[in-house]
């Protein structure tokens, strides 16, 4: 099977010098800073993790070809640690959301809407787009951007439980659009096909330099159990198979580019590097 288009895909983007017409002298010198829940870029790309809400994975949400013993080695008490994240990404003057989450940090005031010039969405889940409504009304004035084989699959006939979808596409009418993979949609804002755990589920590579972010959406869920062992899937994976392979080469991608890799579901502020451990799959140094 194709590999995503992962590498096709990336190839005219993956080395990028900074436009020194955007950019600073010292935001082009500087390196990767990571201070919290805030990481800096070369190139002056930021990016800021913003935790919706804290949760926890069960071990019964998980199926593949290890035993409840050898998932519970990974997740005792039988649940792992996670989150629900979102991300702000500040580039070429303007600021991103990368999903909106349930809304809490909205509601809390930790991210006021009328600073988002644009919201990215890296698939359609319930966790991802319910902050975009209140009261069936829209929160941002700012466009929702889904890639779009996500956008039709949810709008499509017979697809189950997509009311929430095709409400949201409703209530943003003509602010609600679409990209395709490969697309740039913004300087250090590349749209990456992962689908698999959806049809349209995207991965996002952040940064003009050679430093980057790969926000990798739901490539996993439970973090202590899917970076070692990522053929095991969560009941949430619409395919469970071809989600495997997007996990699979969404880690090789980020180990052989030397990237920071990032998820809405790793415990935030959910990013880190990955590495083979050797045995088919990954250490996550957080």
Request: net charge negative; aromatic share 8%; proline share 5%.
């Amino acid at each position: 099977m194709r590999k995503f288009l992962l590498f096709l895909a990336l190839a005219p983007f993956i080395v990028l010098a900074c436009s020194k017409k955007t950019e600073t002298p010292q935001a082009q010198a500087q390196q990767a800073q990571i201070d919290g829940n805030k990481m800096i870029l070369d190139c002056g790309t930021e990016i800021i993790a913003i935790e919706d809400v804290s949760t926890e994975m069960a071990v019964s949400l998980f199926s593949g070809i290890l035993t409840e013993e050898q998932k519970l080695a990974y997740m005792p008490g039988g649940k792992a640690p996670a989150s629900v994240n979102i991300f702000l990404v500040k580039t070429g003057g303007k600021t991103y959301m990368l999903d909106a989450g349930f809304g809490n940090a909205v509601r809390e005031g930790r991210i006021e809407p009328q600073s988002i010039d644009a919201v990215l969405i890296t698939h359609k889940h319930g966790d991802h787009i319910s902050g975009l409504l209140q009261n069936d009304s829209a929160v941002f004035s700012a466009p929702v951007h889904i890639a779009q084989p996500e956008r039709d699959y949810w709008l499509g006939e017979g697809t189950p439980n997509s009311d929430l979808q095709k409400k949201l596409a409703s209530v943003y009418g003509d602010r609600y659009k679409t990209f395709n993979f490969g697309d740039t949609l913004s300087p250090g804002i590349v749209a990456i096909d992962a689908s698999g755990h959806t049809p349209g589920h995207t991965a996002f590579l952040i940064g003009k330099g050679k430093q980057k972010l790969l926000i990798a959406a739901d490539f996993l869920h439970a973090a202590a159990l899917q970076f070692p062992e990522p053929t095991e899937s969560a009941n949430f994976d619409i395919d469970k198979e071809k989600a495997v392979q997007a996990r699979i080469a969404l880690m090789e991608m980020a180990e052989k580019n030397n990237y920071f890799i990032g998820g809405m579901h790793i415990p935030n502020p959910g990013w880190g590097k990955v590495k083979s451990n050797g045995k088919g799959g990954f250490t996550f140094t957080p």
